[in-house]
Every structure is written in C-alpha cells, then in structure tokens.
C-alpha cells in the first residue's frame, strides 16, 4: 500500500505542463495546480487567461500564490523518493502482469502461472512451498507462444521428428511414435552444440583478426614500397637528367674550344694569306715598273732580284680546308709536263719556268660541313634514348600491372561452396577439330565417323591434328566447373589461347607444353599432364571431374564427383595469361567417346 500512494502522489503533484513534479506549486482558481514558472509562461505567451486542464478562462488574470501544503507534501514525497524511472517498464519492456497503476519491469515469467512478475510481486515465488517448484525463466513477452494451441497446456515436450515444440498431450496424439524429449533435454543438447558453435566463431574470429592483421601489414607494405620505388625512381631519373645535363655542358665546352681552335687556325692562314698578297702586289708593281724601264742595263741588273718568286707560305692551303685537289689549270700543267718529260720533242719552256710551279690562282673548295657531324651523333644519340626508354618503359608498365595484393581466399571445402563459383561455358567451334561434334549448345563434344568439313569453315584458331576444343568463355579469376564424360577417355585441360593449333605434338597438345595443363582420365587410371611431364593420379574413378580454378593465387584443381567430392589432384603454380577450357577426346581408334559442360541448376 505504501509503494501505491507513493504512485498516486507522483501522479497527483505532477505538473501537467512540464509533466515534472510541482516547483514552487500554486492552484488556479478552478482548484488545478501548476509550477508558478508554468502557468505564467503558457498565459503569456497564450495571452489568455484559462486552465490547460479544464480550458476555464479567468478575468481578470489571477493573481498568484504559493500553495505551501502542497510545496510541504512536493518536499516530502521528494524526500521519501519514488521508484525510479528505470524501474517501470517501457515500449520493449516485459511488464508486470500483476502491477495494475504503473506496470513495473517484469524480473521473471512463469512457465506454470504463464504469467511475467516484477520482483516485488515475484516474491511469493521464493517463499511458498508450491510455488518453489515452478519453472521460472527470463522475462518473456508472447506467453501465450508457449501454450499449445490445440490442447491449451505449456509445451514442454519436443519432437525431434518434426522439429517443433509441444505439449505433453501432442506427444500421445499427434506426434505419436515420433522421437519425443522433454523442451530441457533438447535445450541441453542444443546448447551443447551452440557452444560447439560459438568456439567455431571465436576461432574465426582469431583468424579474421589475423587476417585482417595481415592485410594491415600488407597495406602499409604496400605504401611504403610503392614510396620507396616513387623515390629511388626519381632519383634515378633525376641523375640521368644531370648526366644528360652534364654531357650537354661538356659538349658545348668542347664544341666552343674546338670552334675557337679551328676559327684561329683559319684567322691565322687568312692573315698570313694577306700578307702574302700585299708582297706579291708590291712585287708586281715593281715588275711593273721595271718592264717600263728603258736601261737595259739598269734592267738586267734589277730582274734577278726582282723575278725570283718566294715559295708560298701555305702551299696545302686546300687540304688543310678540306680539298686536296688543284684547279683544272693546275692538273692541265702537271699533266702537260709529264707528256713532255716522255716526249723527244725540246720544252719550249726556259730554265727558270722548269722551276716549281705556282700556286694555282683558282682553287676550288668544296662545301664542308664542318660539325654537321655532331649533329648527326646527338641524333643518333638521341633516338638510341628513345628506343630504350620506349623499350624499358614497357617493362616499367608491365612491371606496375603485375603488382597485386594475393587476398587470401581459402578453398571451398563442399561442392555447395563450390557451386557458388560455378561458371556456365559453351565450347568454341572455330577452334574444335573437324572430326569433333558439337552438340546444339555448343555444350557437347563427340568424336564423329566423318569429319564436319561442311560445317566447319576455314579458321586459324582450328586443331587440325588433334581432337580438341577450347572454351568460347575464358576463365575469370576465381571459378568452378565440371564435365561429365563417357567413352575410353578425355583430356579436360586449361590452356593459353596462343597455344598452337597445328605442327608438333608438343606445341599443340593439352599438357604437353608449357602453354596448357590437362587431367588425362581413362577407365582404370589418372595422369596428369604439363610441360610434356606426366604425374600418376590416383584416386576413385568418375565419369564427372570438378574443376577449380583461382588464378592469381596459381591454384589448379581437379576432383572427382560422385556421392562425395574427392581430391585427384592440386597445381600450384603462377598463370601469367588468361586461361581457357579445353577438351581432348581420344580418336575413334583408340575407342572415341564424348565430353560435355554439365549444367547446373
């Protein structure tokens, strides 16, 4: 009783506008109570005169006072306390079904009431003889979900035939001769297997854990390589351009000194040239003069000295500018004094012309080039530089899409985890073998009496020496697929595209190159085949093979399908192409037979 008047004086002393309990409590004339602060908030912002509660109006506004009995009882009930909030039960709370003003959060249902109780009201519970003996458990919202609905008694049975809840009634009715144990026993066993359950996740949540570690690891692998290859490759480039820069200055030096060399040597022969002109001019105004002399005497006193013509300084002028050959007038003399020399006829020369010739007045120089010639090296250098950076930078490119992140990603241990990467293929006519018949899906492969010339055209992707077939699909990263076959035997193989179609028996047949890797099956044995090496298979024969694939983690599977799943055998390896299916049937000598792509549903 005392814990229900302290209910009904919460409710009573609860101001009906802030829904708190009373502050500093005054009554309106119509005899409802409020907070003083909220009646006069809600009248002046109203700016009517009323009572929230019963909408009476007031004229004038009242004047208003504290209510001290109830501020009195406000501070009493305060200072005996109410229950608090977190007690009552909420929305998704299970109440008190015996609480009546108030409903409290129920502690405990009963299994035998049917009815949920706060733990004052559950207390009975703990002390009366009878009801110690009732099943009390967590509190539970639908009750009525535990009442069998045909015979209306508590389902405390279980049928193990049915997979369901019922009463001890449905056990003799109903569920007659089914597997029946009591709803405790099977609880039991259950949560024995939940714990089972629970060790499972805990486990794979170590290993997530370890895995997600892994990969953080991996992560920060990745950037700090990826930082450190961007830097030294920087660097590199950032020396090769300083050397480049380097040689450019070094050539520039040496061109400037070898210009000013050359550009001296010429100033100096082209001086002395100019030289040689004004003595010769000077000379030949003095022969000019002499000519003009009329003493004979005075003249051939003056004609040795002044007849005799000094060598030239630069006799080479020619090859030292490149031309080693002398005018047309030149050679004409040369050779004329080479017929007279052989002839009998007398010169017609005197003893002084006989002396060595003059320099030629019209020396031809050809075009030079000069340092055309570096040019040409820079060029030839330069397009060296780019036939290798274009060369290298391929394999720079190659080098950046071969950097993968391998996630690990475990092998499916069922065929249900396998079927989930199942892959449906159809069979590519233009590469099939012409003695190979292709079922209407493209599906089925059958070794024929007669080659399918009228249906098959002319293709280069076609076998010509063998019967085989590749996939029109090729093979995504991860995936499943299965053939079921029949006759003497089949070669079911992956292989690269650019595997030959025709010549040798190695450069075209699946497994025996390094292009394809293929499981031969017969009736009585396996093998497997790559590279022209072959590796004993044992395991149970089928006419089905699964075959699993994950190529960028190099995994190559092969098993046997009957009732179970079966291991023959595992590749690891790294593909560095897209794969495609195949199929190899034996010739109709060796038996024939057919392979199909099974389908699955």
């Not at 100096?268 to 030949?284: P, V």
């Amino acid at each position: 009783m005392a814990q229900k008047r302290v209910q009904l004086h919460v409710e009573t002393f609860t101001c009906l506008i802030c829904l708190d309990l009373l502050k500093n409590p005054v009554t309106v004339p119509c005899g409802h109570s409020y907070c003083m602060n909220c009646i006069k908030r809600f009248w002046d912002k109203k700016n009517i005169y009323s009572c929230p509660q019963c909408r009476t109006t007031f004229t004038p506004r009242p004047v208003l006072g504290k209510n001290t009995i109830l501020a009195d009882l406000v501070k009493e009930l305060k200072k005996n306390g109410p229950p608090a909030d977190h007690l009552y039960a909420g929305p998704e709370d299970v109440a008190c079904d015996v609480c009546t003003e108030g409903k409290l959060k129920a502690l405990k249902s009963c299994l035998v009431c049917m009815v949920s109780y706060c733990e004052k009201h559950l207390q009975p519970h703990y002390h009366v003889a009878q009801l110690k003996k009732h099943k009390l458990v967590e509190p539970c919202k639908n009750l009525q979900d535990y009442i069998c609905p045909h015979h209306d008694e508590v389902m405390k049975m279980f049928c193990r035939t049915d997979q369901q809840c019922i009463c001890y009634l449905c056990s003799v009715d109903e569920h007659k001769g089914h597997d029946t144990v009591s709803a405790e026993t099977e609880r039991t066993e259950r949560q024995r297997e939940v714990k089972g359950h629970q060790q499972k996740i805990q486990r794979r949540i170590q290993d997530t854990e370890k895995d997600v570690k892994l990969l953080q690891q991996e992560l920060s692998a990745i950037i700090g390589s990826a930082d450190k290859a961007m830097k030294n490759s920087e660097k590199i480039f950032t020396e090769l351009i300083h050397l480049l820069e380097k040689r450019l200055s070094d050539m520039k030096q040496l061109l400037r000194s070898q210009q000013e060399t050359e550009v001296n040597r010429v100033k100096e022969l082209q001086k002395k040239l100019e030289q040689e002109i004004t003595e010769l001019k000077r000379k030949d105004a003095d022969l000019k003069q002499l000519s003009h002399t009329q003493n004979y005497i005075q003249f051939l006193h003056n004609y040795p000295s002044l007849s005799a013509l000094t060598e030239p300084q630069f006799p080479f002028v020619s090859t030292i500018l490149g031309n080693k050959s002398y005018s047309a007038s030149a050679s004409a003399s040369a050779s004329d004094s080479s017929d007279s020399s052989d002839s009998s006829e007398p010169s017609d020369c005197d003893s002084d012309c006989d002396s060595k010739p003059t320099k030629s007045s019209s020396i031809n120089i050809r075009s030079l080039r000069y340092f055309e010639d570096v040019t040409s090296a820079v060029s030839e250098l330069r397009d060296t530089l780019q036939d290798n950076l274009k060369k290298n930078w391929t394999n720079i490119s190659l080098a950046l899409t071969e950097v993968g992140v391998l996630l690990s990603q475990p092998e499916p241990k069922t065929r249900a985890g396998f079927l989930r990467h199942s892959q449906k293929f159809t069979l590519d006519p233009n590469t099939a073998h012409t003695q190979l018949l292709l079922s209407e899906e493209n599906r089925k492969a059958t070794v024929s009496n007669s080659r399918q010339n009228k249906f098959y055209f002319s293709h280069p992707d076609r076998f010509t020496h063998y019967c085989q077939v590749l996939s029109r699909e090729s093979l995504p990263e991860r995936c499943y697929w299965e053939v079921e076959w029949s006759g003497t035997g089949v070669y079911i193989a992956v292989a690269y595209k650019n595997i030959s179609r025709a010549g040798s028996m190695n450069e075209c047949v699946f497994g025996l190159n390094d292009k394809s890797w293929a499981l031969n099956c017969r009736q009585n044995c396996y093998e497997f085949w790559h590279n022209n090496i072959s590796t004993p298979v044992s395991g149970r024969q089928s006419s089905r093979i699964g075959v699993y694939l994950d190529h960028r983690a190099g995994i190559l599977s092969f098993y046997s399908i009957s009732k179970t799943m079966i291991l023959l055998h595992r590749v690891q390896t790294t593909f560095t192409q897209t794969l495609y299916a195949g199929l190899r049937l034996v010739g109709l000598l060796d038996g024939g037979g057919s392979a199909e792509f099974s389908k699955f549903n």
